[in-house]
């Protein structure tokens, strides 16, 4: 079980990193959903925050700094994995000792929404606070649940700036980011990880006998056929022009064989159909796993 759990917030810690938010300055989108939190709400203090596996760090407003995630709001929001909402902070044990209640700002009620991925994982919070005691209805809940899908939106929205039009895969530099992130967490967290490699075999013959649009539409299938057959947590971008790179978190040399295996084996088995002549590809692989000689991307790729 306490794998499991160790394994899961590895996954979330990844989904937090594709999205590259921590440690950048105060952002007018998240400043103007904080702005609305406290309008609608008449609250004092509002934040978009983001939670790591050492600190909280606060998007929204500078001012508030970042906290010991041990006793943050945002990680009782992040592990309950629903709205928390706490009506008086000193009457709640979980909380009365908080520094963020026997200090600055002085919490004395809250109410935070997680902000989860598309793909499940809670990454951070949207709160709202109050310096004295109060509750907050339903409908209330409903405006924080509404803004803090907006907020993922946003985070969503540029993530899809950072994917190849084509094939829906990472674009080159954002493959390239992210999977020197997910390195960095392997490495800090002692966990396995191993990179793939393939690209289709003489697919210059592929265009020059049926034309670049086709060999559009062989690279977009292949893509998605190992997408389907991939982890959400793995990442894929395209690397080259049918050269596409993987990161398998928590995969070491010989689970990874095993999975280059049956991507070849799924692209060999896809067909396309051309006037009377059926059409296949073959494609070829290579992995290398992280180990002491092996300690970044660049070196594994």
């Given amino acids: 079980m306490a794998e499991l759990a160790a394994q899961q917030e590895d996954e979330r810690l990844c989904a937090l990193a594709r999205y590259d938010v921590l440690d950048t300055p105060s952002e007018e989108v998240f400043d103007r959903i904080t702005r609305m939190v406290r309008n609608v709400l008449d609250v004092p203090l509002s934040t978009v925050t983001f939670l790591d596996a050492h600190r909280e760090g606060c998007q929204s407003r500078p ?7 041990s006793t943050a709001f945002c990680d009782g929001t992040i592990r309950k994995g629903r709205p928390l909402v706490v009506p008086d902070t000193l009457s709640d044990p979980h909380f009365a000792n908080d520094p963020l209640v026997t200090g600055a700002p002085f919490i ?3 109410a935070g929404i ?7 994982h809670a990454i951070g919070t949207l709160c709202a606070m109050d310096d004295k005691p109060r509750a907050f209805s339903a409908e209330q809940i409903g405006v924080l649940e509404d803004l803090a899908h907006f907020a993922v939106n946003e985070l969503e929205l ?10 829906g895969a990472l674009s080159r530099r954002a493959f390239r980011d992210e999977a020197g992130r997910a390195v960095g967490l392997a490495l800090r967290h002692g966990h396995d990880l191993t990179c793939v490699v393939f690209d289709l075999d003489h697919f210059k013959s592929v265009n020059d006998t049926f034309g670049h649009g086709f060999g559009d539409t062989v690279l977009k299938d292949s893509v998605s056929t190992c997408r389907e057959l991939l982890r959400t947590t793995d990442l894929l971008g395209r690397i080259g022009g049918e050269e596409v790179g993987i990161i398998l978190p928590h995969t070491g040399r010989k689970a990874a064989l095993d999975v280059a295996e049956k991507l070849r084996e799924a692209v060999a088995r896809q067909e396309w159909q051309i006037g009377e002549t059926t059409w296949r590809v073959t494609a070829s692989f290579g992995l290398a796993a992280l180990e002491k000689s092996l300690r970044d991307f660049e070196a594994l790729l």
């Fill in 114 to 120: 997680p902000l989860r991925t598309p793909d499940g």
């Fill in 63 to 69: 001012g508030l700094g970042e906290t010991g995630s």
């Fill in 158 to 167: 540029r993530r899809l700036a950072t994917t190849d039009c084509l094939t």
């Fill in 108 to 110: 004395r009620a809250y």
